[in-house]
């Protein structure tokens, strides 16, 4: 059974960076064919993709936030974090980990989501 367990902080200053990490068990990260993505849903609104790191580490991200996002991972501790830079209140969401087959494929494994706010 694969797990995923969203950490960070839950208040973030305007301007600052977030940075959020998601811990895999259950399962190795490094396994063909998977990408581990990170998708958030700000409050009233539907999910939105943000980007995500695939089994060899390749990483996409969403057009709208590629500019102020990046995603890695540590293998050795079977985890992948995301930061995004400059945040606005804007960024204010609950923040998800997910896993997929590949890169199209419907997720099939969540983290129970974190809530973020920035605020001031």
């Known amino acids: 059974q694969v797990q995923l367990q969203e950490s960070g902080p839950g208040l973030v200053k305007p301007s600052q960076s977030l940075s959020l990490t998601c811990t895999v068990s259950?399962?190795?990260?490094?396994?063909?064919?998977?990408?581990w993505s990170w998708i958030r849903q700000p409050p009233g609104k539907g999910l939105e993709w943000i980007g995500d790191?695939?089994?060899?580490?390749?990483?996409a991200y969403s057009p709208s936030l590629k500019s102020r996002t990046s995603i890695s991972r540590d293998t050795s501790k079977n985890q992948f974090t995301l930061q995004l830079s400059s945040v606005t209140p804007e960024d204010t969401a609950v923040y998800y980990c997910?896993?997929?087959?590949?890169?199209?494929?419907?997720?099939?494994?969540w983290g129970q989501g974190t809530q973020v706010t920035v605020s001031s």
């Open positions: 259950g399962g190795s990260i490094t396994i063909n064919y998977y990408y």
């Open positions: 790191i695939d089994y060899r580490g390749t990483t």
């Open positions: 997910a896993r997929s087959r590949d890169a199209l494929g419907e997720y099939d494994y």
